[in-house]
């Protein structure tokens, strides 16, 4: 059986072949059919623009969550914006993605078919233009593939929403005082300043980079100032050394004269 990749992704450019088709291409084959879906898939993104508020939500999000799972020392993958591919599906890019136990390097795409694992967690960025898609196309989508839990967040709303998969269907996780946990991540997730804030269990909010930089520019604010003081101490110390000694030789000038006057004294 032949695969025609020019008829194919005329019909439908993002369509992912089926494994069977896969399983009957060549190495060379199955490259240029990523490759195709790839630059169709950069095509329709490349249409689509991205308000600040939706990428600065996505970027630190998957900041954080990469430094905290570089942190614990757990091999998890986690990416934004990535060519996503599924056998028989339509390929797509959700905004933030994390799959766990896999290899941690640079990938161009992730494609079910050659990593031979699906996504773990999904996060999907709302605005006005994909609101109803993320909401309703994705989330039957994402049941579909098997994705074990999809949140999405609305930041012009500063609205937060997760779903845990449940048989062949979502069901929403119950938002306890505006925290949701999620099970995957093992952290709860809540609407922060127009961002998610991740937390442990524990209660211990996982810090921004932004407050990271805070952090560190406080901390070398206060060594700056150990620094001047103990410089100050330092001066202070050499002056109060050299007060004395002036005392003290000042002191041994008046025991000579004493001594001159004496001596003057016991020859008269």
């Given amino acids: 059986m032949s695969i025609d990749i020019e008829t194919k992704t005329q019909d439908d450019p993002l369509l992912v072949p089926t494994r069977e088709m896969w399983e009957q291409m060549s190495p060379v ?3 240029q059919t990523e490759n195709a879906i790839i630059a169709a898939l950069e095509q329709e993104f490349n249409l689509m623009g991205e308000s600040t508020l939706h990428f600065d939500s996505r970027a630190t999000a ?3 969550l990469r430094r905290f799972f570089k942190a614990k020392g757990k091999t998890v993958f986690v990416a934004s914006d990535l060519h996503t591919l599924y056998p028989g599906e339509r390929a797509f890019y959700p905004d933030l993605m ?3 136990d896999v290899e941690i390097h ?3 795409s992730w494609n079910v078919l050659r990593e031979g694992k699906g996504l773990d967690f999904v996060l999907e960025i709302l605005s006005k233009d994909t609101r109803r898609k993320d909401q309703v196309d994705k989330l039957n989508l994402y049941a579909r593939l098997q994705i074990p839990e ?3 967040f609305d930041p012009d709303y500063l609205k937060l929403r ?3 998969l449940s048989g062949s269907l979502y069901r929403e996780i119950e938002n306890f005082k505006g925290k949701i946990y999620s099970e995957i991540l093992g952290l709860f997730l809540q609407v922060e300043a127009e961002k998610i804030r991740f937390s442990l269990p524990e209660g211990i909010d996982i810090p921004f980079a932004r407050e990271l930089v ?4 406080d901390k070398l604010s206060h060594k700056d100032r150990l ?3 103990y410089a100050k101490l330092l001066e202070n110390e050499k002056q109060r050394a050299e007060d004395e000694k002036q005392r003290a030789e000042e002191a041994e000038a008046e025991v000579r004269r004493l001594r001159q006057l004496l001596e003057f004294k016991s020859m008269e």
Avoid at 214 to 217: D, R, V
């Fill in 62 to 64: 998957t900041e954080v």
């Fill in 98 to 100: 994390v799959v766990y």
């Fill in 29 to 31: 084959t199955q490259s």
């Fill in 106 to 108: 640079h990938r161009r």
């Fill in 227 to 229: 620094i001047s003081e």
């Fill in 214 to 217: 805070t952090q560190l520019n």
């Fill in 162 to 164: 997760g779903y845990q």
């Fill in 150 to 152: 999809y949140f999405m």
